[in-house]
Every structure is written in structure tokens, then in C-alpha cells.
């Protein structure tokens, strides 16, 4: 098939709808040379070449989050069996991506010219990772047939190079593994690797809605929450002293600095953990205030929850880490936009919504009673309360080994799946790991 013939917004699967004015074609088009020129001049200096060395099973995660994911897998593999790519800098040829890209600027203006009236805003959102995706689908290839992969491991299934390499897989007849690495909303694209290791029922539900998964789906628990049963102690929260707050991409710094003083006012201490791509963070007005920072790219959401009482939230996968560590967190907006309650978190009684300061105030003088039951953890974190918690890297990690010299087949025994239609597998008995 020609390149130019590609379904680039298929590939990408892009599902956010902006109410925002949208860029001009000639603003993205611009954007996009801007990008070709720092790739071409800045980055590629720092891009090292396609290693030789063959491996096997190559995974790839390039955000801090991915690794999170990622990392208490790789720890139980031996150094030699694997390849990790983790830094879009250095492991991935951005440079040559863009390049490849520029011949299909018409297929891209083609697509847009015939898309639907609900499509043309996204095309013209999201014109520049559109357009560089042709790129990154020849370079995906490339990619899988330079290392021989047996095994391709992605902890993202949104990003346009991690799904371009999950497609070329399947072209490919390569197994590719799908681990997933924060919670999703309706609306996420179709699962399309091979085998799918996903937080639990809640989850699974979502991908539903856009189709039967292509693969096998194991709903194993969320191995990011490995480290939560290696590193700290339950929390006992009996009177909340000091309180987190989470902030996200969407989240006005204004309404954050006018909680914050309310809170103070009524003699709390406060920690601010933005977003790793959120920024405009005024650090010297926290530290004026005495608000301690939490660092994402240094410090993990668990270390961040395990220093507070109570966390503070507007719609945030960070609000699964609290629960899962026993941490009180209620939602409370701060951005200008409505409570749309993706993750489903306020309707299955996860977390509390506040909608106002006093309603926030009476939810800190009874902390517990913002944790959610058992079972709701159970519906998140499939894992929960079973032998397998806190030990997911491991089990994945003898997944993976076992399909890339095709000996998985005990898998399921070992660790208590039961497979219960022609794709899914859920937790049934389980045995100690040993």
C-alpha cells in the first residue's frame, strides 16, 4: 500500500474535542517546519544510533509515566534478554520521522478537504503530529526489522509512534504487549496488541466501546502499584494535617493559588505536585507561602502521597494512586471547564467531589470517609487483595519471557487466570509465585 494512502487519523485515534479556536492550517504548517528545523539541527545531535546488538524483546515508554509502568517489569528480566528505548531525544529519529514525512503534506490536505464536519477540527488541531505520522509509520518498521523483535512492550497505546509500531507489528506478525500505565475514558481506541494487560473490570469496559480487542486481554492489575506494597505502610488518617494538591494540563494556576490561601488561612501545610508537561509553576510565591514542592520527574505519585493526609485533585488518574495507598483525595475543579467525571471515579464512589471551599472544608475534618470500599478497588485494580498484588511486574515479566520462546502456555495456571470467551482473562485461583 502507498504511504499516501494511509488512514492517518485511523492510526492516531485522536479523541480529544478542543472547544478552543482552533489554529490556522498556515500556523501548523509553520509549527511543523519549526519542529523539522530543531529536529534536524538541535536534536539529532543527541539521537544515538540504531544499536546493533540483537535482542528479542524491545520495550518502549518514553514518558515518565510509560516507565513507571514499565521499570518493575524490566527489573525482573535479565539485562542481556531486552531492549528499553526510553528517551524520544536520543532512541528515536525524529529528524528522519519529519523528513519522510514532508511528500505527503497533499494526502494529509486531501483527508481534510473530505473529512466529516466532526473531523475537520481535530485534522486542523492536531495537523503537525498528523502529518509527521506518515514518518513515523515507515520508521516503525524499520525500527522492528533492525532489532528482529520477537516481543514489542508498550506502556502507551495513544502516542503517534507507539501506535505506529504496534500497527507495523501486527503487519508483522510480531507479538506486541500492551501494558497499561494511568486509567482511560470512554472513548479510547480499539486495543490492538496482541496480549493486553490491563488494570481491571472498569477498564475493560471503556476499551469495550470501541470494539472487540484484536488480542488476548488479561485484566492482571495495574503494575504501577507495585511499589505502593514494596515501600510503604498502610496509611491510619485520622486527622488531616497536611494536605497534597495534584494539578493537571487543564487546571488554572489561579483558582490553584486561591485554595491554596484558603487552605493556609485555616493553618494547613500544603504540597503542589503539577503535572511532568504541566508548567508556569510560580515557585517563588510557594515559597513565599511556605507550599512544598513535589517534583514529578524526580519524585514518584506514591512518595508524593505517602508525605500527605489527604490529597486534592481536579479529574486526575493520580486520585487511583491515593486510593490504592489508603489516601483520602477528593475532586475539586480548578479549571474553567465543568466536572466531566472520565474516569468514572465520582460515579462508582472512588473519591468525593466538592464543589465549593466549605464543602471541601467538611470533607477534610472526616477524612475516611472519602476512601473508597474494597470492591470498588477491585472493579479498578483487578489485582487488589489477591496473592498476585504488588507482584505484577514479576508475573508480566514471566509472561513476556514465555512468549518470546513460545512457553507461555502455563501462564494461566501458575497465576490464577481463567480464560472466559475467546480474548478475555480474568483472575480465578492463584498460586505463590516461586
Same mark, same amino acid.
Given at each position: 500500500m502507498k504511504y499516501s494512502q494511509l488512514d492517518i487519523v485511523d492510526i492516531n485515534r485522536i479523541i480529544f474535542i478542543s472547544n478552543e479556536k482552533q489554529p490556522s492550517l498556515f500556523k501548523q504548517l509553520c509549527i511543523f517546519f $519549526?519542529?523539522?528545523? @530543531?529536529?534536524?539541527?538541535? +536534536? &539529532?545531535?543527541?539521537?544515538?544510533?540504531?544499536?546493533?546488538? =540483537?535482542? !528479542?524483546?524491545? %520495550?518502549?515508554?518514553?514518558s515518565i509515566n510509560n516507565q513507571r509502568s514499565l521499570d518493575p517489569i524490566i527489573e525482573h528480566l535479565d539485562e542481556g534478554e531486552y531492549l528499553y528505548l526510553k528517551n524520544h531525544k536520543t532512541d528515536v529519529n525524529k529528524r528522519r520521522a519529519y523528513w519522510l514525512s514532508l511528500p505527503y503534506l497533499p494526502a494529509l490536505l486531501k483527508t481534510y478537504r473530505k473529512a466529516d464536519a466532526a473531523t475537520k477540527? #481535530? +485534522?486542523?488541531?492536531? %495537523?503537525?503530529?498528523?502529518? $509527521?505520522? @506518515?514518518?513515523? =509509520?515507515? +520508521? $516503525?518498521?524499520?525500527? #522492528?526489522? &533492525?532489532y528482529q523483535v520477537k516481543v514489542l512492550v508498550v506502556s502507551s497505546d495513544q502516542g503517534e509512534f507507539h501506535r505506529c509500531l504496534l500497527l507495523r507489528a501486527k503487519e508483522l506478525g510480531i507479538k506486541s504487549i500492551y501494558v497499561q500505565h494511568a486509567s482511560v475514558a470512554k472513548g479510547f481506541p480499539k486495543l490492538i496488541a496482541s496480549y493486553s494487560f490491563l488494570d481491571g473490570q472498569e477498564s475493560f469496559d471503556k476499551y469495550l466501546f470501541a470494539g472487540q480487542p484484536d488480542g488476548e486481554v488479561y485484566l492482571s492489575g495495574g503494575v504501577r502499584f507495585d511499589p505502593i506494597f514494596q515501600k510503604y505502610k498502610p496509611k491510619a488518617i485520622e486527622k488531616v494535617s497536611t494536605i497534597g494538591i495534584a494539578i493537571n494540563m487543564l487546571d488554572d494556576f489561579g483558582k490553584v493559588k486561591r485554595l491554596c490561601q484558603f487552605l493556609l488561612n485555616h493553618k494547613f501545610k500544603l504540597v503542589l505536585r503539577p503535572h511532568p508537561r504541566y508548567g508556569g509553576i510560580n515557585k517563588t510565591w510557594l515559597e513565599e507561602n511556605a507550599i512544598c514542592y513535589s517534583d514529578p520527574k524526580a519524585e514518584s505519585s506514591f512518595d508524593f502521597i505517602s508525605h500527605i493526609d489527604l490529597m486534592i485533585s481536579n479529574e486526575s488518574s493520580i486520585h487511583l494512586d491515593a486510593a490504592m495507598m489508603k489516601c483520602p483525595s477528593v475532586v475539586y475543579n480548578f479549571s474553567t471547564h465543568p466536572i466531566l467525571d472520565h474516569y468514572s471515579y465520582i460515579k462508582t464512589g472512588l473519591v468525593k467531589v466538592a464543589n465549593s471551599e466549605e464543602q471541601l472544608l467538611a470533607s477534610l475534618m472526616h477524612p475516611l470517609d472519602a476512601l473508597p470500599s474494597t470492591e470498588t478497588l477491585q472493579f479498578y485494580n483487578a489485582s487488589c487483595g489477591t496473592p498476585?498484588?504488588?507482584?505484577? !511486574?514479576?508475573?508480566?515479566?514471566?509472561? +513476556?519471557?514465555? #512468549?518470546?520462546? /513460545?512457553? &507461555?502456555?502455563?501462564? /494461566? /495456571?501458575r497465576f490464577g487466570f481463567q480464560k472466559v470467551n475467546d480474548y478475555l482473562h480474568k483472575c480465578n485461583a492463584y498460586e505463590t509465585i516461586g
Open positions: $519549526a519542529q523539522l528545523f @530543531y529536529y534536524t539541527f538541535v +536534536i &539529532h545531535f543527541r539521537y544515538k544510533a540504531l544499536p546493533s546488538i =540483537y535482542k !528479542g524483546i524491545v %520495550f518502549f515508554g518514553v477540527p #481535530l +485534522i486542523k488541531k492536531y %495537523f503537525t503530529r498528523l502529518w $509527521a505520522t @506518515y514518518g513515523f =509509520y515507515q +520508521i $516503525a518498521k524499520e525500527y #522492528l526489522e &533492525h498476585n498484588e504488588g507482584m505484577l !511486574g514479576e508475573v508480566i515479566s514471566v509472561f +513476556i519471557n514465555g #512468549l518470546s520462546k /513460545d512457553s &507461555h502456555s502455563l501462564f /494461566d /495456571d
